[in-house]
């Protein structure tokens, strides 16, 4: 894994040069230049203020540039809660981003749908979109973010396209009719 | 705190306030479905009354009762500083004729309430200028907040993806990302050692 991106300096001649590969040369310029697009829609967005403001400052790692387009970002911050009516959007701004694309989930509700297990709340990101990194937390903390984000850098370095999965909780929808909870005799014979 | 009101809507309209209650400074009049807009026109206009404010109106599902479902609505007298309390109660078990006059023609701010009643129990309010659900989806099956409503059913919009709904985490090797970061050039390191 080490090599794939390693940068190798060669001491000694008058000028001295780097050796590199292109596809590492490209991973590494790719990973410090992420335009990101945040999809914010719940309290996490605090904490993604906290990430973008001087304290915290995501700027240090190259992904400091926000894009309110989908088709000029290639990572896709999903900040808070996404509800049924609200996934639909989401898959299509994700397929509206031009490749190469990352998606980041920002907390515990965008990673699996936290406390909301009910009809309204969709159940992780994951369920419509592919997902790179997970950030847990409620919100997460904003060190927890740069953590993630630097999961990505480096997963980015490495040309790790594969998406991450969490298992949803089940879902009665998709357990079919017998899980449901039958309380009385609202159905007509 | 508003008996006063209790008193004038029993002297004004007589056997079709079933009940009323007070409690803890609340007053609630238990009102005849069919007479439902009748008393709210008389609540905002009767000046000893001046409901002016319309506050909320929502819905309670109680499975086990009939009539099932009952219709509450809080009002509130900026002029008076009181504020009442008045339900109705309709349908039957299988939530059939679940239905009352609209109280939009008598305060405006009622039709997102009566919306959100609409989509959340499927109480049809007859006379709203433009019953739809507001908050879930036109495509959703249901009256979620019914007792007898699963409360985790979703009904998705979307197809979800697949593969992502039999696969636990930790991820297998070919998928996710290991825990951790690595050092990015392990060899240099080890020349450096």
Redesign the interface.
Known sequence: MGEVSSVRVLEGAERGFATTRLDALLNWAKKYSLFQYPFVTACCAMEFMGLASPRFDVARFGAEAPRFSPRQADLLWVVGTVSQRQAPVLRRIYEQMADPKYVLAFGTCASCGGFYDNYTTLPGIDKVVPVDVYVPGCPPRPEGVIDGLLLLQDKIARGDRTPGIVKPRSDVALAGADSLVQLGKKERA | MSQKVLELLKAQFGSKILETSSQFGDDTAVVEPSAWREVAQFLRDDSRCAMNMFTDITAVDY??RDPRFEVVCHLRSFDKGHRIRMKARIGD???DGLEIASLVPVWEGANWFERECYDMFGVRFVGHPDLRRI???EEFKGH?LR????????????Q??E???????P?GA????PFG????????NEEAN
């Open positions: 499975p086990d078990e299988y939530a908050l879930m989806y979620p007792k007898d409503y699963p409360a985790q059913q979703t009904q998705p919009l979307v979800y993806r593969g992502v709904l039999d696969k636990l985490a991820f070919d998928e996710g990302m970061r690595q050092t990015h050039d392990i060899s240099r």
